[in-house]
């Protein structure tokens, strides 16, 4: 039973629009989460993070909401890039431990 | 030069044999992982270990073997690999002495191939 779904395993999106990755959690204990950008041939990197008790964190173009109480996440992009175009993953932890629990990723592609 | 180096990066094997695959890292992080990633699945965790004489089973450890040999070195085994381990595997790191925020620092994977 994944803790963590990313429903949309794909999403296209033209060059500077909007790009809304989706997230959703079962586990209440979760109380921070992580989005992780994977290229080809890649490690995942870190992106953005958000904890429990904020309900929105933005770094550039890059902002992730959180609403507790549907346990859903939600990662923006604006504007969108072509180099913007990857795997994002939804990943979270609780009680401060480093024991992330990942979602299946969504591969968004960005159209010049 | 990557701070999480995985070797070998690409390998194709047979069923039945013994694979190891190999992780170092330079970042001076005392906790590494072993995680695995299939299509849809996201990463899935298989061993990790919080230091050299610490080790801990993930989600799905049936099949796999880890030795931490030093900080720096934390290698995954596969003792009689079958096809269902075809898949890309990650190495991470962390360091709890920073913010604890769960940050991962992975390797650039290795794609198994079992045959």
């Known amino acids: 039973d994944q803790q963590v779904k990313q429903n949309s395993p794909s999403l296209s999106v033209q060059e500077g629009r909007i790009s809304i990755l989706n997230c959703d959690y079962t586990n209440s204990m979760f109380d921070y989460f992580l989005w992780y950008k994977k290229y080809p041939a890649e490690g995942p990197t870190f992106l953005i993070s958000?904890?429990?008790?904020?309900d929105k964190n933005e770094d550039g173009r890059f902002t992730v909401f959180l609403n507790k109480s549907a346990k859903h996440l939600s990662l923006h992009i604006v504007p969108s890039q072509p180099g913007d175009s990857a795997v994002y993953f939804c990943a979270a932890n609780y009680n401060a431990g480093n024991m992330l629990t990942f979602g299946g990723g969504t591969r968004l592609m960005v159209k010049p | 030069d990557a701070d999480v180096t995985q070797t070998p990066r690409n390998r194709i094997t047979k069923t039945g044999k013994r694979i190891m695959l190999e992780c170092s890292q330079t970042?001076?992080?005392?906790?590494m992982y072993w995680y695995r990633q299939d299509p849809g699945l996201g990463l899935q965790l298989i061993y990790y270990s919080f230091d050299v004489k610490d080790i801990n089973k993930g989600e799905i450890s049936d099949g796999y073997s880890v030795s931490r040999q030093a900080q720096a070195k934390f290698s995954l085994s596969l003792e009689s690999a079958i096809p269902n381990q075809t898949a890309l595997y990650f190495c991470?790191?962390?360091?709890?002495?920073?913010?604890?925020?769960?940050?991962?620092?992975f390797g650039e994977g290795s794609r198994l191939t079992v045959l």
């Open positions: 991470a790191t962390s360091d709890p002495g920073g913010s604890n925020t769960g940050e991962l620092f």
């Open positions: 958000i904890s429990s008790i904020k």
């Open positions: 970042k001076g992080h005392d906790r």
